[in-house]
């Protein structure tokens, strides 16, 4: 019963570089979310999407894609790493219309 | 724009004592408020509030919610060791735009 699982759980990236970190989850959950987590800041949204083929803005999108190509997934990618992109990187799923949300267990990234 | 504030920021008390955290918000179309349990990797699930003055309770920890006032408190007996943690509040917005904006925590370190 894997949940929600995160790929890799660290990385150290150099400004400019890309990546792309992976999310999958074995719930069938239609809703799925990426947040970051940086000191004194608590979560924050970065994308989400409500099933496949369908994905929406949160609340700091900006240098961060995402794609939702099945159910299963949902990768993060970021094109160009900035040093402000360091932080512990989470992805969450749940079923359309309910709580909770269940988390995996993080990427902790740094961009030097 | 969404606000969740939780206090205090950071606890420190002796095993055996009772603890209370307080999480108050400002939320459009407020849906449910979910209380977290974060250790070292992914927040675990506590609670969800959708009911003013209803008591959810599992084991050494309750929970109670106040719509008129916009806050809710997380209460825990009895601490042990494995409570500390970070306790963080989200809460929900409904009405087709299901998003959970948290709070910054409240780390809670128990002394033996």
């Known amino acids: 019963n894997a949940g929600v699982t995160q790929t890799p759980k660290f990385q150290v990236l150099k400004t400019g570089q890309s990546m792309t970190l992976q999310c999958a989850q074995d719930?069938?959950?239609?809703?799925m979310s990426w947040y970051r987590q940086d000191p004194g800041m608590g979560l924050r949204l970065i994308h989400y999407?409500?099933?496949?083929?369908?994905?929406d803005q949160g609340e700091v999108p900006n240098g961060y894609n995402v794609s939702r190509s099945t159910t299963e997934d949902f990768p993060l990618r970021l094109l160009s790493a900035a040093p402000s992109q360091t932080s512990v990187y989470f992805c969450?799923?749940?079923?359309?219309?309910?709580?909770?949300?269940?988390f995996g267990d993080g990427t902790r990234l740094s961009i030097l | 724009e969404d606000k969740v504030v939780q206090s205090p920021l950071s606890l420190v008390v002796h095993e055996g004592d009772t603890v209370t955290l307080n999480c108050s918000y400002e939320?459009?179309?407020?849906?449910?408020l979910l209380w977290y349990k974060q250790e070292k990797k992914a927040p675990t699930f506590l609670f969800m509030l959708?009911?003013?003055?209803i008591e959810k309770k599992s084991g050494r920890l309750s929970s109670i919610l106040d719509k008129k006032e916009l806050f809710s408190i997380l209460n825990i007996t009895a601490t042990q060791t494995g409570d500390s943690a970070v306790y963080l509040c989200?809460?929900?917005?409904?009405?087709?735009?299901?998003?959970?904006?948290f709070g910054t925590g409240t780390r809670l370190t128990i002394i033996p």
């Open positions: 719930m069938n959950h239609e809703y």
């Open positions: 999407s409500v099933g496949a083929g369908i994905t």
């Open positions: 939320v459009t179309n407020f849906r449910s």
């Open positions: 969450a799923s749940r079923r359309v219309d309910t709580q909770p949300q269940h």
């Open positions: 989200a809460v929900e917005r409904g009405f087709g735009n299901e998003k959970l904006t």
């Open positions: 959708t009911s003013s003055g």
